[in-house]
C-alpha cells in the first residue's frame, strides 16, 4: 500500500518526444529537467540559459494563446494555455516523470485571447492537493505570478490540476519539473513523503538583485531556484548595510542540500545591538519549515564569541546564541539552520536579535508545509476513467486528475468517502442525471465498489442493463430510468440486499419483473421498474410469488 499521503492515482499520462530529451539529461548523471511552454507549439532554447523549452503536446486539454506578459523564468516565452467552460471544471497536465524529490515552478499569466484582459480567479493542486489560490487581486504583485513548491511523486507521473473556483479561465504560461536529490530539505523519517513544501519567501540578504540558480553558476542539482534579494523587505533609510565578497566560501554545495555559493558571498547586517527583522505575510494556522543560511564574511569576525545573536518567529524563540563561526568552524564557511514551527497569525516575523556585536544574515527561505491528501482508490479511478470513455461524457463535465481530491473540487457527480483503515477515498455516489450519458452500461461500473447511489436518469443510455449491476451490493439506490435500456430486467438486481429505491420506468423493457425482485418492496424499497405500458399486476405476481417462497 501506499505512504499515507502518497498520490495513486492511476492515469494514463502521455509520454511524448517534447519530453525524452530531458530523460536523457536524467541518464547522463545529471538531473531531470522538465520545461514545458505552455501553449507554444514548437521547441525552444533559452539564449541565456540554454535551457530547451518543450512544446506544450499530449500533455493536457484546453486551448493555447498567445500573451504579452513576460515570463522572467524564459523572456523569450510568449503563450500560454487556458481551459473555458468548456472544457470542464478541472483540467490537468499529466507528465511522466520518474518517482523521486522535485521542485516544480509554475509562472501564471493572462492575456485577451483567454480571459478578454480580465483577472481569472482559479486554484492549482499538486498530486491532488489544493496547493495555490489565486485569488482576486493576485495580478497586481509580481510574486504572485510565479510559484514553486517542493513534493515527491511516486507514481510516475507529476499531475497538476486547475480548478476553476469562481470567474475567468485558469492559465498558465510554463510549468517546470526539476529534479532534486531525493532527501534534500529533509524534514526527518518520511515526513517528506506526506507533505508539500510551497515556497513563501526565499532571500537572497544583500545582493544587489535578485536571480535564478543559472544565473548564480548554481549545480543543476539545486532545481535552478529563484532567489529574490532583501532590498524591497526593507523601508527606504532602514539601518542596514549590505556586505559582499569574492572570497570563496566553503561548505556550500554538499549533497542532498545544494545551494548556490553567490547566495553566501553576500550578506545584510545591522550596527550593534540593532535587530534586524523581515515580515513575511502568510496564511494563519499552518506549519512552516524555516531554512536559515549563514556565512561569516565580515573581515573583522573571525573568531567565536564575535557575533552572537538569537533568532525569533513572532514572539517564539527559534535559534538561542548563533554564533557563525564557532557553529559554522570557521570564517567563509557555509552554515544552515533548519527548523518547522506552527505559526497562528496571518504575518511571519523573522527577527535577528544581538547578543554580541551585530547581526549578519546571508539568505533565508520560509515553506509552508501541506499536508498531502490521501488519494482515491485505484479501482475507483480506473472504473470512472473507463466509464467516462465508455459512456462518451461530455467533455464540460471535466473529469480529470483525482475524482474525490482536492475535497473542495470533486468530480461532477461525484461524491466521495474517506475509508481511514485503508487511508484512501471511495466513491459513495454518482449522479449523472440528464448529462447527455450515452452509449451502452458494461462491466466497468462494478469497479465502483463501495458506491451506494447511482442516478443515471434522463440521458441516452441503450442497451441492457449488465447482470453485473447485482454485484454493487452497497447500492441503496439505482434511479436508470427514463433512457432507452431495453431487454429483461436481470434477476441480479435482487441480490442487493440493501438495496431501497429501485427506479427502471420510461425504457423500452420487455418481459416480466423477475421473481428475485418481489422481496425489495418487503424489505421497504421503492419498486418501479415499469415502462408505463407493462401491466402492474406483474409486480403483484412477484410479491405473491415472494411470499409464497418465504416460510410459514
Not at 195 to 224: F, L, Q
Not at 309 to 326: C, G, M, S, T, W
Request: charged residues 15%; proline residues 6%; contains cysteine.
Amino acid at each position: 500500500m501506499d505512504l499515507p499521503g502518497a498520490y495513486s492515482v492511476a492515469i494514463l499520462a502521455v509520454l511524448c518526444s517534447a519530453i525524452m530529451r530531458p530523460f536523457a539529461a536524467a541518464q547522463n548523471g545529471g538531473p531531470l529537467a522538465v520545461r514545458i511552454a505552455c501553449g507554444s507549439t514548437a521547441d525552444s532554447i533559452a539564449n541565456e540559459t540554454g535551457y530547451v523549452w518543450s512544446k506544450d503536446f499530449g500533455f493536457s486539454g484546453g486551448k493555447g494563446a498567445p500573451t504579452k506578459a513576460v515570463n522572467g523564468i524564459a523572456t523569450h516565452l510568449n503563450s500560454l494555455r487556458y481551459f473555458d467552460s468548456l472544457d470542464g471544471p478541472q483540467n490537468c497536465y499529466n507528465i511522466s516523470v520518474p518517482s523521486g524529490h522535485y521542485l516544480t515552478r509554475f509562472f501564471f499569466t493572462f492575456g485577451e485571447t483567454d480571459n478578454a484582459g480580465q483577472e481569472p480567479v482559479f486554484e492549482l493542486s499538486l498530486e491532488g492537493t489544493l496547493v495555490y489560490s489565486l485569488a482576486p487581486g493576485w495580478s497586481s504583485y509580481d510574486d504572485n505570478h510565479y510559484g514553486d513548491s517542493l513534493l515527491h511523486i511516486t507514481d510516475g507521473s507529476a499531475t497538476v490540476c486547475f480548478h476553476r473556483s469562481s470567474h475567468g479561465n485558469p492559465a498558465i504560461g510554463s510549468i517546470e519539473i526539476l529534479q532534486l536529490y531525493v532527501d534534500a530539505y529533509n524534514l526527518g523519517s518520511s515526513a517528506n513523503l506526506n507533505v508539500i513544501m510551497r515556497t513563501i519567501k526565499r532571500v537572497t540578504a544583500g545582493a544587489a538583485e535578485s536571480g535564478y540558480g543559472s544565473r548564480m553558476h548554481a549545480d543543476a542539482w539545486g532545481g535552478d531556484r529563484y532567489w529574490a534579494t532583501d532590498r524591497t523587505l526593507f523601508a527606504p533609510g532602514s539601518p542596514t548595510t549590505m556586505l559582499h565578497t569574492n572570497a570563496n566560501i566553503s561548505n556550500f554545495g554538499n549533497p542532498p542540500n545544494i545551494y548556490p555559493e553567490a547566495i553566501y558571498q553576500t550578506a545584510t547586517t545591522t550596527g550593534p545591538l540593532s535587530i534586524l527583522s523581515y515580515s513575511i505575510s502568510v496564511p494563519s494556522n499552518q506549519n512552516y519549515s524555516i531554512w536559515l543560511h549563514f556565512a561569516e564574511i565580515e573581515p573583522g569576525v573571525i573568531a567565536p564569541g564575535m557575533r552572537v545573536f538569537d533568532v525569533k518567529v513572532n514572539d517564539d524563540y527559534l535559534f538561542h546564541a548563533v554564533d557563525i563561526v564557532k557553529m559554522a568552524g570557521a570564517p567563509f564557511r557555509a552554515l544552515i539552520l533548519n527548523k518547522t514551527i506552527p505559526v497562528a497569525s496571518n504575518t511571519l516575523k523573522l527577527s535577528f536579535i544581538p547578543l554580541v556585536g551585530s547581526v549578519s544574515v546571508n539568505a533565508f527561505e520560509v515553506f509552508q508545509i501541506i499536508p498531502r491528501e490521501y488519494a482515491t482508490l485505484d479501482d475507483n479511478v480506473w472504473a470512472l476513467q473507463a466509464i467516462k470513455q465508455s459512456q462518451d461524457l461530455p467533455t464540460r463535465l471535466g473529469w480529470n486528475g483525482d475524482p474525490c481530491v482536492p475535497p473542495v473540487h470533486p468530480w461532477i457527480g461525484v461524491k466521495c468517502s474517506f475509508e481511514s483503515v485503508v487511508g484512501a477515498w471511495f466513491v459513495s455516489s454518482l449522479a449523472l442525471d440528464q448529462q447527455g450519458v450515452r452509449g451502452q452500461l458494461g462491466d466497468g461500473w462494478v469497479g465502483l465498489n463501495h458506491l451506494q447511489s447511482l442516478n443515471l436518469s434522463n440521458n441516452i443510455l441503450d442497451g441492457v442493463i449488465p447482470s453485473s449491476f447485482g454485484n454493487l451490493t452497497i447500492l441503496t439506490s439505482l434511479d436508470l430510468s427514463h433512457n432507452r435500456l431495453n431487454g429483461q430486467i436481470p434477476a441480479s438486481l435482487g441480490q442487493l440486499s440493501n438495496l431501497k429505491q429501485l427506479l427502471l420506468n420510461d425504457n423500452l423493457l420487455s418481459g416480466e419483473v423477475p421473481p428475485e425482485l418481489g422481496a425489495l418492496p418487503i424489505r421497504g424499497a421503492v419498486l418501479n421498474p415499469l415502462y408505463a405500458a407493462l401491466p402492474t399486476i406483474l409486480i403483484y405476481a412477484a410479491l405473491e410469488y415472494d411470499r409464497a417462497r418465504r416460510p410459514m
